[in-house]
């Protein structure tokens, strides 16, 4: 499941593979035409709506979340890792999904658990971002035995994880430094999924954004960071109504995916069988 060959900082360098114009060529290039992928998509609104009202979804803001991160927050389970408690923002993600939470799942010890995915989960207000926490899913996690890495499985992708570690400095491309906290995720693809030396097809950044001190929410830096994006004003603005963004260039695609939606979707996890038997590491 884990990865001996992999590069870790500072031999790696954050560069979201997704975030640059030759990701939008050909079939992705035609998609990001229509106003559907982008966290404030207006394209199938009427759709979302009707989705939204059958599915029962709860909605809340971004820029007024405490009550939504409790409820987010409300299951802790006692083998869950101290680092990796709290509510997560997957920053560069281009999928229309926001938040998540890992304390949730069902930790049969420090190193192993099975999330429920889809649940403890935001998506954007838009139709895909509901169709995202519409489903649920088993999501089997593994952290590496040096505590490195963590290892997801999603249907039959799997997926993994560089947890930050204390110290560790990651640069972009041109020598700026990520701002990144120890516990952070640097969730990456390759090519070939368990073969690290192939190249990176997708990269985000899990930023814990909160976390509970107590009865508390306490909101992290990257917290402001995710505001600012919310805050952004859309650029640039979609054509035809809202529906689509007239023939932009691949290297413009991206710049859709940068300011965040407000209003979320969310869809929270029960508490796990686990805990009501004692669990513990």
Not at 145 to 163: E, F, R, S, V
Not at 259 to 281: E, H, L, N, W
Request: aromatic share 10%; hydrophobic share 35%; charged share 20%.
């Amino acid at each position: 499941a884990f990865l001996p060959r992999a590069k870790v900082p500072p031999e790696f360098v954050y560069d979201p593979p997704q975030l640059q114009g030759e990701y939008w060529s050909g079939l992705n290039w035609c998609l990001a035409q229509v106003n559907v992928l982008a966290p404030r998509a207006s394209c199938l609104s009427t759709c979302m709506h009707v989705r939204a009202a059958c599915c029962c979804k709860e909605t809340f803001l971004l820029s007024d979340p405490d009550e939504t991160f409790k409820k987010l927050m409300a299951i802790e389970h006692p083998n869950c890792p101290d680092n990796l408690k709290g509510v997560y923002w997957m920053h560069d993600n281009i999928a229309a999904e926001t938040l998540v939470t890992f304390q949730d799942a069902d930790w049969s010890s420090s190193t192993k658990g099975q999330k429920i995915g889809g649940r403890n989960w935001t998506g954007d207000f838009t139709y895909l971002g509901i169709g995202l926490i519409s489903n649920q899913f088993s999501m089997p996690m593994e952290i590496s035995p040096d505590g490195k890495w963590m290892a997801l499985k999603t249907g039959i992708y799997l997926l993994h994880a560089y947890i930050v570690q204390p110290g560790d400095v990651i640069k972009r491309p041109n020598g700026q430094v990520l701002p990144t906290a120890p516990g952070d995720l640097i969730r990456q693809s390759f090519e070939t999924a368990d073969d690290p030396t192939t190249r990176d097809t997708f990269q985000y950044h899990g930023r814990r954004v909160a976390y509970m001190d107590g009865d508390k929410v306490v909101k992290t830096a990257a917290y402001d960071d995710l505001m600012k994006l919310v805050r952004m004003e859309t650029e640039p603005k979609p054509c035809c109504c809202g529906a689509c963004f007239c023939c932009l260039s691949p290297s413009a695609i991206p710049s859709i995916f940068t300011p965040m939606s407000d209003k979320q979707f969310v869809a929270y996890a029960p508490a796990p069988k686990s805990m009501d038997r004692g669990a513990t590491a």
